[in-house]
């Protein structure tokens, strides 16, 4: 069976609960489209806009630890995965999960990709319109109609409502970006178009919020009518409107609308911004907009819960909360609803289950993909690298709030698609008797996919040490506590950047790196 196709090795559910086997392709996996992995068998939920139920997390803690490998995995667009399934989902657990709201009501989409949002819409205090309605009007949409099956599996959509915590940088397909103009809300329209890799591009179309979804829904029309191809892979909207021009896309859209579209010029301060670090402003206690309630945004290292970890935060949602969690695309986790005075106590229990939700923990923006144990793409074990890089750093560095370092096993970089301040690409050195894991270093940003290259093929047993030197020259050289490890990067030429991480300080040179090689088998 090829591990390039995703088949759908898992029964149905179709009409009135009537059950059925169904072979075919999809590209992405869902509940009921379970994909070959180099692990086992990999089974992803979607969780519309990240809010899941305590019941609804227990429910797959039980499926991960009786059919998987014990865990969890948060993906980039906050839905979850069940990785190392062995033995097959069976009809009545399909059934139970669906009938919890875990997996479409129609079978046919449920492959969609997530719906994006922030994970904090609803209890932002700056926000300027709460996001969850649209999020569930589109989830509808879409399990109402099945011809938007015939949707690429990665057609992406995202609200964004103009708090603090910010998603409308993410790349997705199509994104609304909430702006104030007059005090009034309105919906601005990004597209993705241009460059694989680039963020949704402005319209220029501005949209009262009872407009989205009919605009939505007129989108996904167009695309159905003129993405089919000769070959076996649908365009891809960006490629679609990269052939149509965007121009023309619109005028179709708008010839499916009882309205004409209001196109705006409106100052650039006016649109959202996304500023230092400001993606993991959500770790930690933070206040709701409802008086007396916080949030507490957990660290989840690389995006991973065990089952009993998993139950343990359903618990604690139950106890202090409203029984809710919300799932982010960073892959970390909020507790939200907790009254004042049992915030301490949520804290502790969060310990003990050995997780954190402290902002300088270095896990906090570490990102790294499943690595060979789970893709055959992969040239290097990325998620063991990641988290030893963590245990080595985590004694050694103090930052003020995450740095993002994303570990990714070969170009299609699936953990992380936007930037990051410090992208590891793995890659292989063919020796004498073995494969030497290594990376090359990319730093800031630039029209590169992953940044700018500042080293390459450096060993895995080389990595602890020269981030080390990395970190510790961003905090001794950046402007203000302000600038992130990006923004300081951008503003040196590489050679300039060479030339500052090999200036090693004397307590970095103490440092044994033979003690890293041998603890790690290097």
Not at 338 to 354: F, G, H, K, N, T
Not at 361 to 386: E, M, P, Q, R, W
Not at 484 to 492: I, K, T, V
Request: hydrophobic letters at 40%.
């Amino acid at each position: 069976m090829s591990s390039r196709h995703t088949h759908r090795l898992l029964p149905a559910l179709h009409g009135e609960g009537v059950l059925s086997l169904v072979s075919g392709f999809a590209t992405c996996p869902g509940l009921f489209y379970a994909t070959p992995a180099a692990d086992g068998i990999l089974s992803r939920v979607r969780i519309p806009g990240g809010i899941i139920s305590s019941q609804q997390c227990r429910a797959i803690a039980d499926i991960a630890e009786q059919h998987g490998g014990g865990y969890i995995d948060v993906t980039n667009r906050a839905n979850l995965q069940v990785r190392e399934i062995r033995t097959g989902i069976n009809v009545e657990v399909l059934k139970y999960l669906q009938n919890m709201g875990l997996g479409s009501d129609n079978t046919v989409v449920d492959q969609i990709r997530n719906i994006m949002t922030s994970p904090t819409a609803g209890i932002d205090p700056q926000e300027l319109i709460d996001t969850r309605p649209f999020v569930q009007g589109w989830d509808d949409y879409i399990a109402a109609h099945p011809a938007l099956s015939g949707l690429s599996a990665k057609f992406s959509v995202c609200f964004d409502g103009g708090g603090i915590i910010q998603v409308c940088d993410r790349l997705n397909d199509i994104a609304f970006a909430a702006v104030l103009l007059n005090d009034n809300v309105y919906f601005r329209l990004y597209l993705s178009v241009g460059e694989k890799g680039q963020p949704p591009s402005d319209t220029g179309i501005l949209l009262s919020p009872e407009d989205c979804l009919p605009v939505l829904a007129a989108l996904a029309d167009v695309y159905l009518a003129y993405s089919h191809t000769t070959s076996k892979r649908r365009l891809r909207l960006r490629e679609l409107l990269n052939t149509l021009g965007c121009e023309n896309y619109l005028q179709k859209v708008e010839q499916r609308l009882p309205f004409s579209l209001l196109y705006s010029e409106i100052r650039k301060d006016l649109l959202p911004q996304q500023g230092k670090g400001e993606k993991y402003q959500h770790i930690g206690i933070h206040p709701q907009r409802q008086q007396g309630l916080f949030y507490i945004g957990v660290i989840l290292p690389l995006g991973r819960l065990e089952s009993r970890q998993m139950r343990g935060l359903a618990d604690l949602a139950a106890k202090y909360g409203s029984g809710t969690l919300r799932l982010t695309p960073w892959q970390n986790l909020l507790l939200t609803d907790i009254p004042r005075q049992w915030v301490a106590d949520v804290q502790s229990e969060i310990a003990l289950l050995e997780l954190d939700s402290s902002a300088t923990n270095i896990k906090g923006g570490l990102v790294a993909c499943s690595g060979k144990k789970g893709c055959a793409a992969s040239a290097t074990d990325t998620k063991s690298h990641a988290l030893a890089l963590a245990e080595y750093l985590e004694t050694r560095v103090t930052l003020d709030y995450p740095v993002n370092i994303h570990f990714t096993g070969c170009e299609k970089s699936c953990a992380q698609h936007s930037k990051s301040d410090i992208t590891l690409l793995g890659v292989s050195i063919e020796g004498e008797n073995r494969t030497v894991e290594s990376y090359h270093v990319y730093v800031g940003d630039s029209n590169q996919k992953f940044g700018r290259e500042l080293y390459q093929y450096v060993t895995f047993a080389e990595l602890p040490t020269l981030i080390e030197r990395m970190l510790y020259v961003y905090q001794i050289q950046r402007l203000n506590s302000d600038e992130s490890f990006g923004e300081f990067a951008n503003r040196f030429a590489l050679e300039q950047l060479q030339q500052l991480f090999n200036i090693i300080p004397q307590s970095i040179a103490n440092n044994k790196i033979a003690t890293f090689s041998e603890k790690w088998a290097i």
